[in-house]
């Protein structure tokens, strides 16, 4: 059985179906914490678990991640876009590798006339190597974001206890669904006071999704406020790496568990369909 399903896997991999798992990061609202839980959750799924993970940078015009991990910034994917090879902009952090953003909103649209099919084919090449794809992205739902969710199977929502972050992250899961009719969502309720305070959050999204929308969503995980996080940012080191032992690390540790336990979902084309959701194939 398992020969037979590794079999096929290597098969449908060669026509550009992945088996990597592209998972998206969104919130409503900003500053909720989904770059700091991309990079913390990267790094235990590679250095934990041993996967091979990928950390993209999406936060198009605002892209950081580059700030965390200390990483050249200038190696970004603007330069794939300028027909430089993938492998020379790729960086190693940590355990796990990094495709830092565009730095300027203008970039994006600046690389009109390059061959698609050519970037495309790169990414979708270098993102057979790798287990799990994490894209981080920017706040609120633009048609950049709304393209990465469209694209992946899988998409993380950040939220906090706060009644504004909670209010746009219902109305990005509205505009998802009535819009486009996606409806994968896993919530993150960050920032808590203790457990307690992320399942009632999470009990008031969910009762309003189900009420006015008629789709589901599930809780992946609750993370707590911790001062360790903060002290790790300023010193341009991850929580997950200098305080293993926090509730914040363990809490990601256990939402990277429920993220293993689940089986692979091949999936089609990723990138082809990202840009062709943003008008550009
Ligand atoms: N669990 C947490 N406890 C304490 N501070 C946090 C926590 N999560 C995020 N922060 C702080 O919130 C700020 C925004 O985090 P960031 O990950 O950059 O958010 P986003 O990517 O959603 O804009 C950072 O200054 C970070 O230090
Ligand atoms: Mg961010």
């Not at 290597?10 to 990597?20: D, Q, T, Y």
């Not at 950049?144 to 199977?153: D, G, N």
Request: glycine content about 6%; overall charge neutral; aromatic content about 10%.
């Amino acid at each position: 059985m398992i020969d037979q399903a590794s079999g096929l896997r290597a098969l449908v991999s060669k026509n550009g179906i992945h088996n990597s798992k592209f998972i998206t990061i969104a919130s409503g609202k900003g500053g909720v914490g989904k770059t700091n839980f991309a990079l913390n959750f990267s790094y235990i799924l590679a250095q934990e678990f041993k996967k091979k993970v990928l950390l993209i940078d999406a936060d198009i015009g605002m892209a950081n991640i580059h700030l965390f991990l200390d990483l050249d910034p200038v190696k970004n994917m603007k330069h794939l876009f300028m027909g430089e090879r993938i492998e020379n902009i790729i960086q190693k952090a940590y355990a796990f590798d990094a495709l830092l953003g565009f730095s300027g909103l203008d970039e994006l649209y600046e690389m009109d006339d390059m061959p698609m099919q050519t970037v495309i084919a790169q990414l979708d090449a270098v993102s057979k190597n790798y287990d799990y794809i994490i894209i981080d992205t920017g706040a609120g739902i633009d048609e950049k974001v709304a393209a990465f969710l469209r694209a992946s199977s899988k998409s993380y929502i950040i939220t906090t206890p706060e009644p504004t972050a909670l209010m746009d992250a219902y109305a990005l899961i509205k505009s998802m669904y009535n819009m486009y009719g996606y409806e994968s969502f896993k919530i993150v309720v960050n920032m808590c006071r203790d457990r307690e305070e992320g399942t009632l959050t999470f009990s008031k999204l969910q009762i309003s999704v189900n009420k006015f929308l008629d789709i589901d969503v599930d809780l992946l995980g609750v993370l707590p406020y911790t001062d360790n996080l903060k002290t790790a940012v300023k010193k341009k080191e991850l929580i997950a790496k200098s305080y293993p032992k926090d509730a914040y690390t363990k809490s990601i540790r256990q939402i990277c568990k429920e993220e293993l336990k689940i089986e692979p979902k091949s999936q089609e084309r990723f990138w082809q369909k990202l840009f062709h959701f943003m008008g550009k194939s």
